[in-house]
């Protein structure tokens, strides 16, 4: 019984020596964004990327100069799997889940975003933005379209602006803005990395005396 113990311990102690040390890790968050190229490390103890063959689902493996990074076609669940040539046959060595999401909608923005803001800073406007609040990721957000809605106590026009620069007629518009005027835009439309188009939250600016 004792010889028997003793080759037990021995086996196990020679699995843990000998077994590769795999890390895949994703470089930013627990979890990728779909749309977007996701910084990848891939390392295996004892042995060079090229000599390894890595299968993915639910997204593009891609690889430059030795740095990864991991495309997702999907929400849901992406899998990264490694192989290493042994024989001339792929013997698995590690695998690895992560969780895919969509970015969080960007924010419709003029000037310094406030929702109070003086007749004089929006008279020098020329374009609006599209931001993501909180994401430290540098990602392009086109912005197609939206309408604004000057609200005063003379009426209400509207105008349909194409892109992220204020057409002439908006511009000319914002010069006569007196304090309590409403602007309100709606209609935003945004393209985001994954080439899909979305409609995100209205918003309402209100024009008050210069301080």
């Known amino acids: 019984m004792k010889k028997c113990t003793i080759l037990l311990i021995l086996l196990l102690n020679y ?4 077994a590769q040390q795999v890390s895949v890790a994703n470089e930013r968050e627990n979890f990728f964004y779909v749309g977007l190229d996701n910084p990848l490390s891939i390392a295996v103890e004892g042995l060079f990327n090229k000599s390894l063959v890595i299968k993915a689902i639910n997204g593009t493996l891609l690889e430059e100069n030795g740095r ?16 290493k040539k042994s024989n001339g046959q792929l013997k698995e060595i590690g695998k690895k889940q992560f969780r895919s999401k969509n970015l969080p909608l960007p924010f419709f923005k003029i000037g310094s975003g ?36 000057v609200i005063s106590d003379s009426g209400q026009s509207t ?9 002439n007629e908006t511009r000319e518009k914002f010069k006569s803005l007196k304090t309590g005027d409403i602007l309100l835009f709606t209609d935003i439309y945004v393209g985001m990395p994954d080439k899909k188009k ?13 301080e």
């Open 15 to 18: 699995t843990c020596s000998t």
């Open 114 to 149: 406030r929702p109070t803001v003086t007749s004089e800073e929006i008279a020098g406007q020329q374009f609006v933005r599209s931001e993501i609040e909180g994401l430290e990721i540098n990602i392009k957000i086109n912005l197609i379209e939206f309408n604004v809605h």
């Open 68 to 83: 990864y990074s991991f495309r997702p076609d999907s929400v849901g669940l992406s899998e990264i799997t490694i192989y």
């Open 159 to 167: 105008f349909k602006n194409t892109g992220n620069q204020l057409s």
């Open 198 to 210: 979305y409609l995100v939250q209205n918003v309402s600016v209100n024009i008050k005396n210069k």
